[in-house]
């Protein structure tokens, strides 16, 4: 059975006809052109599909499209604002927060998700705010300096406190 949805996405309505079996992260990708959330496990196992649904992190994967009527979905096209990145952006440019880039926009979406309800997390709740996201080429270590210096930079850190970030980076990475 098909119908027809309203989905925000980024701060723009959509009417979009949907089946009833269909997932967000299908419709994301599939009807709307935002390719930016991974298509990996299938199964909310791997979080490359993570979108921030209602103000948390959600597994599109795993959302119905038609259970996201009605919310307020973000993406990570989403996260820019016209040429200006967001914090995040720039934190994984500067410390190599990333590798192949696979789970790269998933990891964002937790990560601002978690700088959106704790804007000063610590080390273990960075840890446990992207632990739904699998990464297999960084080992996490720049990801978390990267999450720790966006979280620093949007609550306005100073250059020392951000030094301090980079120099606690291990040698040769």
Same mark, same amino acid.
């Given at each position: 059975?098909?119908?027809?949805i ?15 079996y ?7 990708r ?11 496990c ?7 599909c993570t979108?921030?649904?209602?103000g ?7 959302v119905l499209?038609?259970?996201?009527e009605g919310?307020?979905i ?10 200006s990145?967001?914090p995040l952006q720039?934190?994984f #440019? ?7 880039g696979?789970?790269?926009? +998933?990891?964002?979406?937790?990560? %601002?998700a978690? /700088? &959106?309800?704790?804007?000063?997390p610590?080390e273990?709740?960075i840890?446990?705010?992207i ?8 080992g996490?270590?720049?990801? #978390? ?7 620093l930079?949007?609550?306005g +850190?100073?250059e020392?406190e951000? %030094?301090?970030i /980079? &120099? ?6």
């Amino acid at each position: 059975m098909q119908r027809v949805i309203a989905l925000n996405v980024n701060g723009e309505v959509h009417e979009v006809i949907v089946k009833s079996y269909e997932s967000l992260l299908d419709v994301l990708r599939n009807k709307l052109g935002l390719t930016g959330t991974k298509e990996c496990c299938n199964e909310g196992d791997c979080g490359a599909c993570t979108v921030i649904m209602g103000g948390r992190a959600v597994n599109a994967c795993l959302v119905l499209a038609v259970e996201a009527e009605g919310e307020e979905i973000l993406t990570v096209e989403g996260l820019a604002q016209g040429t200006s990145l967001h914090p995040l952006q720039e934190a994984f #440019i500067k410390f190599g927060g990333f590798q192949c880039g696979f789970c790269t926009p +998933g990891m964002l979406m937790s990560a %601002k998700a978690l /700088l &959106d309800a704790n804007p000063d997390p610590t080390e273990e709740e960075i840890r446990k705010g992207i632990s739904g996201n699998l990464c297999r080429c960084t080992g996490y270590v720049k990801i #978390i300096q990267s999450i720790k210096e966006a979280a620093l930079s949007m609550k306005g +850190g100073t250059e020392n406190e951000q %030094k301090q970030i /980079l &120099d606690s980076r291990p040698e040769g990475r």
